[in-house]
């Protein structure tokens, strides 16, 4: 920034320039060692010219400095109107810089500079005013060019000298003392009346030309030497009125008329110029002259003169005729305010004491602002587009003055003598650097108020400088201009005005590449002086500056200024929210990229998958900036000299990744298309593929599918092939866990994904695409670790847009172990493939993401952070990264186990068509299902299990547990021992050789409620000799063939309504006419009614067609006995059956319901006394038992399908279970009569009951048998029916009998009488002695019928 | 005579927008300096150039007599929403300082005057306008800040999410015609 310091007003700027063949390290070296001098000290000046050029020369003992400042270049020949108005814009000295050698003598050397310096200096100029060529030895040549002495405008400095340093300093200040003495004779000239007339003809006016100095010259030693009057001005008070009077006469004198009367037609140049100069004419007031003596007194270090010449310039400028140079006299005397401060504080570290109200500079703040504020103002009465761009320099150089007046104070933390220093030679502090390096804001807040300048108020006097007027400076100017612009807003921290100019400096660069290719050839020719700008880097940001005539040519392309226009442009995007290089350059281009990829990118592919499940993020920024700012971006970057596809694709797929939300879908086709063009300009150029996947996360999800479930391994523990099948227990406990809440299950090992070595599997991955248009990807493969995995690798894929898009692959496993799917690598068209990880979440993971997105919806309304701390990259890092606490497990891939080959079977036939039974209820049929084994490997295991649409619902109700004792026996028998389907494997087929064909019959039962069933065939091969080095594993793989059967059962016959009566009540005319014709002849086999009961029971045929039942009878004791009888359609016939009655002993009933299963935990849920159980289990145990001895079949009246009738759904009541069961005691009744030969005889038994006659003396005998193991006592009690009408002797109620040994057998008899005909009953009941008085151990009844012929 | 209404969320999103152009006359800021301005023809980064330093502007007043009313669209508008963008640093800086609502006149850019009024909720009124009209900017940003507080009421309107209310945008816009 040297261009701008605060002080440049006062520093003589000096050329450094290389001189023939020398290397540019040798340059470079020696420059600097030059460059070291930016101040000497006026005592050091020698001074010993005695004519007008000792005007400027310092008083031999001043204390003074001369600044001295080195630019890379010298003013552009546009300036050159300005030497006068500024002569401290131009350089005032050229050192010419020549490495001599043998071969390059110092003649040469010393021609060549002279030809390179009336190469830059323009045409008439009065500048350089002095010139010197410093010739540096080299090492090898000592002493060959011994005579540089000899020439004049060289001078050799050899290698052997040893403080070179301090030659090089005596040079420099004899360089400057050339350069006062020229001053010296330029004022002298102007000093002149026809030099006043020049200085006042124009807004910027030029000096004489060259030719004409040496002949004013001559007259020159006529004009009062002002040197002669210093040391009376020093010794007087300033702004003595005398003195300005006496200058204003003395030094305007018109001396030379003569002279200059004859020169001016020839010289004047244009002649509107002469016409404008001459209209000022002679009249014209002395103000710029002091001005110009002001200013080259400024220049010598002689402050006190100049401001005395000031303030007097200031006077005469007061009418406000001339505003520019009054500025300009402004400009300087702040200036020079400056150095006398830094003079006087030289040395004195500590700030100067600003206790003072106003603040020390203020003043000069005040200069500035009115020196601003008249450049502002000042008319341009010329045309000359010239003058417009000069006086914007002007403007634009005083306001960035003025901003470094206080950018300097602001940054060296207050008035002192740092922040003079500073501004004084800005290049020699780097304090401002540590300063501002900390951009945090309470430390750029804390130096304001350190400084007491606060940052708003630079940034607002630095933004004057903005303005249309750019457009008016040359592009260097403009360039130079916005470049500190920009540095200082970014020091100040202001990023967005930063970025703000830095698209303008950008913009200007760009320009200047696209004039330049347009222009190639015309500027090669006139512009070779600025081709040599090269790369000028300034503090902080590296703009460089790519010289106009290296674009077109490309001799060698230079990637410095692309990649620091590039830089440029990320840094002013990042300030909008865009961050440009999102994408990623691939770093390594072998073919290992996707390895090294993948370890790279563990972290940011996952949270990659966090970013997309946090769509709620807030976005930053201003879209349509931004949008905006990605076009020029992608526009520069194409433009940019040497192109650079990389950057273009980077930067627009970046665009795309970060910003698809908000950019239009035009753009977004846009940038896509960009991108693939500047990808398809890599790949002719043949260079690696350089880009990273961009599209975000483009995969959804990797799903294995699910092998075919004929394939599909289970595993299974050794141990069963051992055991003995115990199907029972798991067909009824199958679904039973007694816990709500089962801790282990869940915690248990999840489900394995089994796969077999060596059988293709599928994996279903899904892809993303949330762009607009057809998103290519040029290649999938799958990330594997593990078992070697092959797959097939999907190239060229397009996925629509704003879809998912799932695509399948196929690979195999080659060996067995543990194989798994870490994720995918996804390759763009021409980028680097990216590994995408795909973790399976497990539930602390979900519960953290789940709570992860809540917090971020929790924050998403809220703004903690604001401005550009809310940047994404800059908020993520903060705020989530604290408020949670990481992954600490590493993430859970997609797992397989690969499990030994298996062996393959296939149903090559089954007996059923489409895989259907037609089944009546209780009908029992035959599958066959003929297998083939169709793999190279044998079978030595095979399974069967079957399961059909009854057995789940059973199993519900089972586990339910709200079924009574009873009902649960129910339904456990009818799943234990009525299954639908079974295989009774009688061959016992076990093993299949490959290629083998077998045939299974499987049997299958109607059942009702049965809809489909399914045959499970599990096989493996178990025994492998070829692998007994394996350890022997606890499990051992099946797979299932599964065969899913339709069932039909047609309910066609039901059984209601069973009853059990005593055969004592059976009233065999009524049975003839109800039951059918069978149960006639079996009635004679009952001998004696007691002894048996008649089993009756309903069947009903809901069916179309006629079908012949038979009950079947199985009793110990007895004949086996059946009963058919033909049920028509429709209708329901009755089928009876004697039953003997029976007695199950004591234990036997008092045993609880069994369980079939082993169930544990069952609750008694019954409320029942210990009566009714004990009533319940008796009639469980008869029914129990009555269902064994009486067993139905059907079978069709037309046909020979045939199957069995189910009786288990008839209940058992009590009065049927009294009909049943024998009593405990048997209890004989008989009425005897006394013969009329006095015998005792029976009475006539016929049909069932006795016959008697009235009135008739008659003995009831009671014959009591204990026929138990155990004594009884008993009493009998009599029931007379009607009892009015018989007379009985003795007690009928609680007849002691007496005890009854086992065996034993007691009559009882009891004399009767009835009195009148008709029908009667008589009953017997037995009682336990002592026991409750219903607790009957036997009964017995009998039937008389009362006649008189009887 | 125009000016520029820009609502900012606190994440630097426009949730609104409104250029308003006032009958009154601007005063003529005459400077020799933007006159007489070089054409510009070579690239499109002349042009961009052109506009991001104000100078299209300058020229269109040039060009247009007073009094008709100053288009200011196309790249124009971008510039205006690079000045509203980068004087958030300044109204940043001085609103951590100070606790006034409204910030009168705290950034000028080109010919741009930037005034400012933020919100307790940290939302930022920015108006861009060319001359001084200190009330009438400070009436206007208390009805706009009504308007939009009445807009907040709504359960369903986030601070980021964009306002679209006609309601709002009518009134605004009567508000600005009534103070601007």
Known sequence: ?1350 | MSHHLFLLSPSDTPIYGLTHYSTKLPQPTSSSLSSNLPTWSTSAFAGTLTALSGASSATQSHHVQGGSVRMGGGQDRHVIQMIANASLDVIEDVMRKESAMYLKSVDKFNEWTVSAFITPGNMKFILLHETKNDDGIRSFFHDVWELYLKTMLNPFHTAHSPIRSTVFDTRVRASAKKYL
Not at chain 1, 192 to 219: C, D, H, K, M, R
Not at chain 1, 989 to 1009: E, R, W, Y
Not at chain 1, 1244 to 1249: A, E, V
């Open chain 1, 1 to 1350: 920034m040297n261009s701008y310091a605060f002080a440049a007003l006062a520093h003589i700027q000096i050329l450094v320039l290389p001189v023939g063949p020398i290397p540019r390290a040798a340059f470079e070296k020696y420059a600097a060692e030059i460059r070291t001098f930016d101040s000497i000290r006026l005592g050091d000046i020698p001074t010993g010219m005695k004519d007008e050029r000792a005007r400027f020369m310092p008083s031999p003992l001043s204390s003074g400095y001369l600044y001295l400042s080195y630019p890379s270049h010298p003013a552009p020949p546009r300036h050159i109107s300005l030497s006068l108005f500024r002569p401290s814009h131009f350089t005032l000295g050229i050192i010419g810089v020549a490495a001599c050698s043998s071969s390059y003598s110092l003649a040469s050397a010393l021609e060549q500079f002279e030809n390179t310096v009336l190469d830059i200096s323009p045409e008439g100029s009065t500048f350089p005013l002095a010139k010197v060529c410093f010739a540096f030895e080299d090492e090898e040549s000592v002493g060959s060019t011994g005579l540089g002495h000899a020439l004049p405008g060289i001078v050799s400095i050899p290698s052997v000298m040893g403080n070179k340093k301090l030659y090089i300093g005596t040079l420099l200040a004899d360089l400057c003392s050339h350069i006062l003495a020229e001053l010296g004779r330029v004022y002298h000239v102007l000093e002149s009346p026809v030099g006043n007339e020049y200085l006042n003809s124009a807004l910027f006016p030029t000096l004489p030309s060259p030719s004409e100095i040496p002949l004013s010259l001559s007259f020159g030693n006529l004009g009062y030497p002002s040197y002669s009057s210093q040391p009376e001005l020093d010794s007087s008070s300033l702004a003595m009125p005398g003195i300005q009077i006496k200058r204003s006469s003395t030094a305007g004198p018109g001396v030379s008329h003569t002279a200059s009367l004859i020169q001016r037609p020839s010289t004047l140049g244009p002649p509107g110029v002469r016409k404008r100069a001459s209209a000022v004419g002679a009249v014209s007031s002395h103000g710029r002259l002091y001005k110009v003596l002001g200013d080259f007194f400024l220049l010598a270090g002689r402050t006190e003169d100049a401001s005395l010449w000031y303030a007097e310039a200031i006077v005469l400028f007061k009418t406000g005729q001339d505003p520019v140079w009054h500025a300009s006299v402004l400009e300087g005397m702040a200036t020079v305010f400056v150095l006398d401060a830094w003079s006087a504080g030289q040395g004195l570290q500590s700030s100067v004491s600003n206790s003072g109200v106003k603040e020390p500079w203020a003043d000069i703040y005040e200069q500035l602002t009115q020196a601003i504020a008249l450049y502002h103002k000042a008319p341009v009465s010329s045309e000359l587009s010239q003058d417009h761009s000069l006086l914007a320099l002007t403007y634009c150089t005083a306001v960035m003055r003025q901003t470094s007046l206080l950018f300097c104070t602001w940054s060296t933390k207050g008035w002192g003598a740092l922040a003079f220093a500073s501004m004084l030679q800005p290049g020699s502090t780097s304090y401002m650097q540590k300063t501002t390096s900390d951009s945090s804001w309470t430390n750029l807040e804390r130096i304001s108020t350190v400084s007491g300048v606060s940052r708003s108020q630079i940034a607002n006097t630095v933004s004057q400088a903005h303005g249309p007027w750019l457009l008016h400076l040359g592009s260097h100017e403009r360039l130079t201009i916005l470049q500190s612009m920009a540095s200082i807003y970014s020091s100040l921290g202001y990023r967005r005005k930063e970025a703000f100019i830095l698209r303008e400096v950008i913009s200007c660069i760009m320009d200047l590449i696209v004039c330049g290719r347009e222009e190639n050839d015309l500027l090669r020719k006139s512009d070779v002086g600025s081709a040599g700008m090269g790369n000028r880097s300034e503090n902080g940001d590296e703009v460089s500056i790519v010289g106009k005539g290296a674009v077109g040519v490309r001799r060698n392309e230079v990637l410095e200024g692309n990649q620091s226009i590039l830089k440029l442009l990320v840094r002013a995007c990042k300030v909008l929210g865009i961050d440009l290089e999102a994408v990623c350059v691939a770093k390594a281009t072998d073919d290992t990229s996707s390895e090294v990829g993948g370890e790279d990118n563990n972290g940011s592919a996952v949270e990659d998958l966090d970013g997309s499940a946090d769509a709620a993020k807030e976005s930053f920024g201003w879209p349509e900036l931004q949008v905006g700012v990605i076009r020029e971006a992608i526009a520069v970057a194409e433009a940019l000299p040497a192109p650079d596809p990389l950057a273009v694709a980077r930067i627009s797929l970046s665009a795309l990744r970060t910003m698809h939300s908000v950019l239009a879908s035009t753009d977004q086709y846009h940038l896509y298309q960009t991108a693939g063009r500047a990808l398809a300009a890599m790949r002719r150029r043949g260079d690696a593929p350089a880009v990273e996947y961009w599209a975000g996360n483009p995969i959804a999800s990797l799903v294995l599918l699910p092998l075919a479930l004929h394939r599909l391994p289970i595993e299974n523990p050794c141990s069963i092939l051992t055991a003995k099948s115990s199907a029972t227990n798991s067909l009824l406990s199958g679904i039973i866990d007694p816990f709500l809440y089962n801790p282990r299950k869940s915690s248990g090992p999840q489900s394995k994904n089994l796969i077999v070595q060596g059988e293709p599997i599928e994996l279903t991955i899904t892809l993303r695409n949330p762009y607009v248009f057809d998103l290519e990807i040029q290649s999938i493969s799958l990330s594997t670790t593990g078992v070697e995995f092959e797959s097939s690798p999907i190239s060229a894929l397009v996925i629509p847009p704003n879809t998912l898009y799932p695509i399948t692959i196929i690979g195999t496993a080659k060996t067995r172990g543990t194989l798994v799917f870490r994720g995918c690598i996804v390759q763009a068209p021409w980028g680097a493939p990216r590994e995408f990880l795909l973790p399976v979440p497990t539930d602390a993971d979900q519960n953290l993401f789940a709570r992860r997105r809540s917090a971020v919806k929790c924050e998403s309304g809220r703004t903690k952070y604001w401005g550009l701390d809310s940047r994404p990259w800059e908020k993520d890092g903060r705020r989530l990264s604290t408020l949670l606490p990481s992954l600490k497990k590493p993430p859970q891939f997609l797992q397989c186990v690969v499990v030994p080959e298996q062996p393959l079977l296939r149903i090559r036939w089954t007996s059923l068509t489409h895989g259907a039974v037609m089944l009546y209820n209780g009908e029992e049929s035959t599958i066959r299902l003929t297998l083939e084994n169709i793999s190279a490997l044998p079978i030595d295991f095979l399974r069967l299990s079957f399961e059909d649409s009854t057995i789940g619902p059973a199993q519900e109700a089972l586990s339910e547990g709200e079924l009574s004792v009873f009902e649960t026996y129910e339904t456990e028998y009818d799943l234990l021992h009525r299954k639908a389907f079974s295989w009774r494997n009688e061959r016992e087929i076990t093993n299949i050789l490959p290629n083998q064909k077998v045939v299974l019959s499987v049997t299958c039962v109607g059942k009702v409620g049965c809809a489909h069933g399914t045959v499970h065939i599990s096989y493996s091969q178990v025994s492998r000799e070829h692998e007994e080095q394996m350890p022997a594993s606890e499990v051992f793989y099946t797979r299932q063939l599964s065969y899913p059967v339709t069932v039909t059962v047609y309910h066609m016959l039901e059984c209601h309504d069973l009853s059990l009566m005593p055969m004592v009540d059976v009233d065999y005319d009524d049975i003839s006419l109800r039951a059918s014709n069978s149960v006639i002849h079996l009635l004679p086999e009952v001998d004696d009614p007691a002894e048996w009961c008649l089993f009756a029971i309903d069947v009903r045929n809901t069916y179309g067609l006629p079908f012949e039942v038979t009950f079947e009878r199985e009793q110990a004791e007895t004949e086996s006995a059946a009963v058919s009888s033909t049920v028509p359609p429709g209708s329901m016939s009755r089928i009876m059956l004697p039953v003997r009655k029976f007695r199950l002993p004591d234990n036997h009933i008092s045993q609880p319901i069994p369980t079939l299963s082993d169930r544990q935990f069952v609750v008694g849920k019954s409320k029942l006394s210990i009566e009714e159980e004990q009533a319940q289990r008796e009639l469980f145990w008869y029914r129990e038992e009555l269902l064994k001895i009486v067993s139905a079949r059907w079978k069709e009246t037309n046909g020979d399908r045939h199957g069995d009738l189910s009786l288990r759904q008839q209940r058992l009541t009590l009065p049927m279970l009294k009909a049943l069961r024998t009593d405990v005691v048997q209890m004989d009744l008989t009425l005897i009569v006394d013969s009329p030969d006095g015998s005792p005889q029976e009475l006539d038994y016929s049909g069932g009951k006795y016959i008697a006659s009235p009135n008739e003396m008659l003995y009831l005998r009671v014959e009591v048998v204990n026929p138990s193991l155990s004594p009884l006592v008993m009493t009998l009690d009599l029931i007379f029916d009607p009892a009015e009408q018989v007379l009985s002797e003795g007690v009928s109620s609680n007849i002691a009998v007496g005890k009854l040994k086992p065996g034993e057998t007691k009559a009882v008899e009891v004399p009767l009488c009835f009195l009148c005909t008709g029908r009667f009953e008589i009953g017997v009941e037995a009682r336990i002695m002592g026991a409750l008085k219903d607790s009957r151990v036997g009964t017995s009844r009998i039937c008389i019928s009362v006649r008189e012929d009887g």
